[in-house]
Each structure stands twice: as structure tokens, then as C-alpha cells.
């Protein structure tokens, strides 16, 4: 669903961030990209939604090109979680889910519909939380919220860069359970970034070990296990 042919990114410093990805991402996985600081992965994950342009090689999602797609069409089928949670501090949790399900023009009880599904399955009581701001959430509640929201428009796939890093391990743990029991609920396709290898074994159908730009091991948690 998601491939890497010959996928390099320099920077404009001649940084080379990717060196000559080739890397295949099946449709329903959960895949985990981990690896130490600065070796990329950020920059291979945001590359498949062209956050960062490529220097070389070709991404192609479902077979076609990332650069034939429309950009908002591209952006809007791959929802996105980041480490700090940028929710919209004006708007209530209710209309920073909505986002993109508006600009897909989607009908409002639709929408409200589907606001109230997704905060209980990740265990906000919608009638508790959708009409708060932020600010009235703990971290642990925000990223919740971040996490339903990239869900919100039922992308096809979801980008997620160290969502649960800026928590408490209590907290953390418990996302990482929800996340699990939400991912066998509805069967996206997550790549999700880690620095931490008990994460990347918890959560990743595959794992994909980065050093300096490149792949230097990929396979089940089993695999990673047995060959370390
Ligand atoms: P990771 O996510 O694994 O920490 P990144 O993908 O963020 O790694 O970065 C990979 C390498 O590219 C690092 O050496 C980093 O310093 C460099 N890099 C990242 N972003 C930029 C940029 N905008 N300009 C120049 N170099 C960058
Ligand atoms: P840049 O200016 O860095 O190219 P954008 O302005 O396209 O980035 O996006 C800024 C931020 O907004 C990104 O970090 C991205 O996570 C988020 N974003 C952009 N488009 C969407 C979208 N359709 N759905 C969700 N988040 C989006």
C-alpha cells in the first residue's frame, strides 16, 4: 500500500537525512520506524504525506505516485499525530475533531455523529468533553483528542511521530494499550515513530530499525527479538 523505491532525502546543508530507502508498508499494518535521534525516521515519515519533499527515488501509495495526488487529497486520507499535540486553543475538542471532516464537506449530524464515536472509543465521555477547550484537558486527554482527530475523516492511513513521548510511563502505557485495541477495531494502516524499543515491540505488526539514513534491520518483534 505504501512503498520506498531508491528514496534518498538531502537537506539544503547536504545533510543526507534517507539514504536509498527501498521499503514496502502493507495495507492494515501497524509498522514502527525506530532508531536514535537523527536518524531520519521524522523525515522518512514525513516525506509520505509530502511534508518534506524527496530528492530522489518515488513513494507510492495504493500504486500511484505521492506527487499525482491532489496535496489536500493527500493530506486529508493520511491523518497525522505529532509529539506536541497542536489542538486549536479557541475551538472546542468537538470542532478541532471536525476539521477535516468539514473541509470534506461532510454533513454536520454526520460529523457530530462520528465526534461522539471516536471520543468514546478512546474513552472520553463525548458528553463530558466535546463542547471543552484544550486547555480544560490534561496532556494524556489532548492526545487522545490528537489521535481521534487524525482519525476523524477515516484517513487510510496514519503518520504518527513519538505521539505518546511528552507523557507520564501511566499515561503512556495506557495509550499505547487503547491505541492497540483501537488499531484491531479498525484496521488502519499506522506508521508510527519511536525512539524506544519496548514501544516499538508492544506496538509494531513490523519494525524497522534505522541508522544513520538507512534500514539496517527490518522484521516482527519475534525477528527483532532473535536477532538483535
Ligand atoms: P529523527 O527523526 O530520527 O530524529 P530527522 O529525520 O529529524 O531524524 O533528521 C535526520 C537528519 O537530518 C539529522 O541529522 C537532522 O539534523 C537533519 N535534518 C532534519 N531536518 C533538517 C532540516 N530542515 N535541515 C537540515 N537538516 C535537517
Ligand atoms: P508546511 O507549511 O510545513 O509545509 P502545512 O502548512 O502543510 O506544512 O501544515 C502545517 C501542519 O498542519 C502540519 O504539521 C500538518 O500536521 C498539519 N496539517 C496540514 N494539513 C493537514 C490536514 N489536512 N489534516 C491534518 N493536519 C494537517
Same mark, same amino acid.
Given at each position: 500500500?505504501?512503498?520506498?523505491d ?13 539514504n ?6 502493507k ?10 535521534s ?66 470534506? !464537506? ?5 460529523? &457530530? *455523529? +462520528? #465526534?461522539?464515536?471516536?471520543? @468514546? ?13 484544550? !486547555? ?5 486527554? &489532548? *492526545? +487522545? #483528542?490528537?489521535?481521534?482527530? @487524525? ?23 495506557k ?10 477495531a479498525?484496521?488502519k ?6 525512539h ?20 539496517v ?12
Open positions: 500500500m505504501i512503498t520506498f531508491n528514496v534518498s532525502k538531502k537537506y539544503e546543508n547536504d545533510q543526507v537525512a534517507v536509498a530507502i527501498n521499503l514496502e508498508i495495507k492494515g499494518e501497524f509498522f514502527v520506524i525506530i532508531g536514535p537523527g536518524c531520519g525516521k521524522t523525515t522518512l515519515l514525513k516525506m509520505i504525506n509530502r511534508l518534506i519533499q524527496l530528492t530522489e527515488g518515488t513513494i507510492r501509495i495504493n500504486e500511484k505516485r505521492i506527487s499525482d495526488y491532489n496535496i489536500h487529497e493527500l493530506r486529508w486520507n493520511i491523518g497525522y499525530v505529532l509529539q506536541q499535540i497542536a489542538l486549536f486553543p479557541h475551538m472546542t475538542i468537538e470542532e478541532n475533531i471536525a476539521i477535516v471532516p468539514e473541509l470534506k !464537506k461532510w454533513r454536520l449530524p454526520h460529523i &457530530q *455523529q +462520528r #465526534v461522539r464515536e471516536l471520543l @468514546a472509543m478512546v474513552g472520553l465521555d463525548p458528553d463530558k468533553y466535546s463542547q471543552r477547550k484544550p !486547555k480544560e484537558l490534561s496532556g494524556g486527554e &489532548q *492526545q +487522545r #483528542v490528537g489521535v481521534v482527530r @487524525a482519525l476523524a475523516a477515516d484517513p487510510e492511513i496514519v503518520l504518527m511521530d513519538e505521539p505518546f513521548s511528552a507523557l507520564d510511563p501511566i499515561s503512556r502505557t495509550l499505547q494499550d487503547d491505541l492497540l485495541e483501537l488499531q484491531r479498525i484496521q494502516t499506522i506508521v508510527f515513530v519511536s524506544d524499543m519496548q514501544e516499538a515491540l508492544k506496538l509494531g505488526d513490523r519494525i524497522c530499525v534505522m541508522k544513520d539514513g538507512e534500514i534491520q527490518i522484521g516482527t518483534p519475534q525477528e527483532i527479538i532473535q536477532n538483535p
